[in-house]
């Protein structure tokens, strides 16, 4: 066992999170790259044996396996003679998330997303065999999930021989007796569903109407109910033959999915959070809008952003391009980055792109501060005035040191980038993307 604080390569493990089949699961930090990470690190002396080769494929797989609710691959390579996994470090796991209550229409999203992981990795034959409420990671403060360990995946083109691998209380009745197809998963997608949406976990013989059944009634419409039931029969060809019918079928209903007074409830409750959210953009934007220049949405949570922002600070929504640039109050925008520029620019202020045809006359503008508030610190560059919260010179591409802050709140910064946050109202860093609030 790795200790905290420890290196393994260039990262610091910072604690454990988890004991996989073959590998223990760590909470560690970049120390290159300055980023939170997931390592699933295999023990000593294991590289040359099958497990190796279990790894291997785990990495081959999640390389494959492109899309927003699977769980990228960040790296994987022999560190200090263990095979690591690195992958980006969630907020928790479903299972975490099941321990508090779970609204009907945030059930509903989260069964869209599962349903898309799954469906994703089916249409190229792959099946997941281990699909539980552990492996399914939470992000973007619980908005967003990404289903993770592809460990014992087995690609359906080829012979399989099953060998009852899975979790009790999800694996399907003939996965278990070691005959694991697309519709094992099918299966164990139907039992998570059953269990946001009811609060009880359907068990063997799973003789209709498991526990809960009761609860669902009152919820959802019957075309959801008959779904679930047939995903959750124990004969497995009377199941959908894989999560891309399964999700075929779900879209048909899914707009008319939960009761109309399992909406009403859930409208009442989320027209008072939304006004409530937009009394505090309004108090923002009172003190901050005309200095950070919010002039834009979030197209995510609709909060407050401006244009130098590279993450929204209500919601983390990642603004690596700019989703705004016909809003932009400039003449020209980014090809890169889709930030304004102006026409005597030779560089992106904002995201260091070049291949701008910069215009010999120099423009004049009310954004650019005073010299003795900010300037280029390159003693050669003869265009000193910079805007707020550039990150590079526009002229000769030096990167700006100064850390800006925000007027008025000069002591209050990122703990990461040192640059300035408003913590009353971000939750994140909208410079860095570090969080704010752990």
Known sequence: MLRSGSMLGKYRIDGRLADGGFARVY???????????????????VIADDKKRGFQAEARL???????????????????????????????????????????TRALDYTKQILAALAHAHERRVMHCDVKPDNI?????????RLADFGIARFVLHTIKGSGSGTLGYIAPEQAMGKPSLRSDVFSIAVIVWRMFSGQLPEWPYAWPPKGHDKL??????????????SLDPEPRKRFESAVAMQRAFLRFEKHALRSSAKSKEQGKTKQRVDWRHVRFKAFEKSFGPL??????????????????IACPWCRQDLDVF??????????????????????????????????????RSYSDRRYLPL???????????????????????????????????????????????????????????????????
């Open 217 to 230: 009634r009152r919820i959802l419409q019957p075309d959801f109910v008959a779904w679930l039931r047939r």
């Open 323 to 360: 989703p705004h640039p016909d809003d932009v109050k400039f003449p020209l925008a980014c090809p890169r980055c889709m930030r304004g520029v102006k026409l005597d620019w030779n560089y992106c202020a904002w995201c260091y792109g070049y291949g701008f045809e910069a215009e010999e």
């Open 62 to 104: 999640s390389a494959k396996l492109e899309h927003p609710n699977i769980l990228p691959l960040k790296d994987a390579s022999l560190i200090d003679g263990r095979f690591v996994i690195v992958t980006p470090l969630g907020e928790g796991t479903l299972d975490d998330r099941l321990g508090k209550r779970l609204s009907p």
């Open 372 to 438: 003795k508030v900010a300037k280029c610190n390159n003693a050669a560059c003869d265009r000193k005035s910079l805007m707020p919260f550039m990150r590079y010179c526009p002229w000769c591409r030096r990167k700006v040191d100064k850390k800006w802050r925000l007027e008025g709140h000069e002591r209050e910064v990122c703990n990461q980038c040192g640059h300035g946050v408003a913590r009353e109202f971000w939750s994140c860093c909208p410079w860095c993307r570090a969080n704010l609030r752990g």
């Open 27 to 45: 909470r560690a930090f970049d120390t290159i790259e300055g980023t939170r990470v997931a390592l699933k690190v295999a023990p000593e002396g």
């Open 137 to 145: 990671i939470l992000f973007e403060e619980g908005m967003r999930l």
């Open 292 to 309: 950070l220049g919010t002039h834009h949405d979030c197209p995510k949570c609709t909060g407050p952003i401006s244009m130098s922002m």
